[in-house]
């Protein structure tokens, strides 16, 4: 059997209320990469490989994407760059396969959340190995404390469908995201506008650390590498609580 026509695929695969939702969506997964997973799924929906298996070459990319910031210079960057995008190309895939073989399953969800994790923890501890440049010290304390943030803002998001689903409700649609306060709503507006809070994800991170290792080569130095980690560090600690009255202040949890 020769291999599905796009078209066909995409109508199965990419389904236009999870395309469109302003939550279920990385940008980047619309700007490219679901161009780029449809046509990697039209070949792996012909082969034996499990939507499972898939899954878990995402999860392996997104860690081993931290371990390269351990190599110094513009390679381990680069490096960090790349298996970064891989990440999102399988976290793309694995559900693509799934949706046209038919094989969704509690373990796949269950594992992408942790690859989620896992990856950008990984990454930004990486960072904090970096920035310390000897691997001990002050810096990597910062990644470390930079990853359990992104940790708590993630699980913060991942809690409101536990305490929903222990309550026999729905999972909440995107409307239901927005504060009841005009203004927390207000100054959510204000901050989306500047997108800041995007730098917070492993995808836009490891973009971050990518120009600060190109200023690193330029001036010899580790410092923009750490300004670049301090920065990240900051802006995801200002996340946590405003996250999480964004979170207390909508209709997420009613």
């Given at each position: ?20 939702s302003r939550n279920g969506e990385h940008w980047a997964g619309r700007l490219y ?147 009841r306060s005009q203004g927390v709503a207000t100054v959510r507006r204000i901050a ?63």
């Open positions: 059997m020769g291999a599905p026509v796009l078209e066909e695929l995409r109508e199965v695969c990419q389904p236009q209320a999870k395309m469109e990469m679901r161009k780029i997973s449809l046509r990697t799924t039209r070949h792996l929906v012909r082969t034996p490989v499990t939507p499972d298996q898939l899954t878990w070459t995402m999860v392996v990319c997104g860690v081993a994407s931290g371990a390269a910031l351990m190599i110094p210079g513009l390679t381990g960057a680069i490096l960090a760059v790349i298996l970064m995008q891989l990440f999102l190309l399988f976290d793309c895939v694995d559900g693509e396969v799934a949706r046209w073989k038919g094989q969704n399953s509690a373990t796949g969800i269950y594992v992408d959340r942790l690859g989620a994790y896992l990856a950008d923890a990984a990454l930004l501890a990486g960072a904090g190995y970096r920035a310390a440049e000897s691997g001990v010290g002050g810096w990597l304390s910062i990644g470390i404390a930079t990853a359990l943030g992104v940790v708590l803002l993630k699980a913060s998001t991942d809690l409101v469908d536990v305490a929903r689903a222990r309550r026999g409700l729905v999972v909440a649609d995107d409307e239901s995201t927005r504060p989306a506008a500047f997108k800041i809070h995007r730098v917070t994800n492993g995808i836009e991170a490891s973009l971050v650390l990518l120009v600060a290792a190109v200023a690193d080569a330029v001036t010899d130095s580790i410092d923009p590498t750490r300004w670049a980690l301090g920065a990240l560090a900051v802006i995801t600690w200002v996340m946590v609580p405003a996250h999480l009255l964004s979170i207390l202040s909508s209709s997420r949890l009613r």
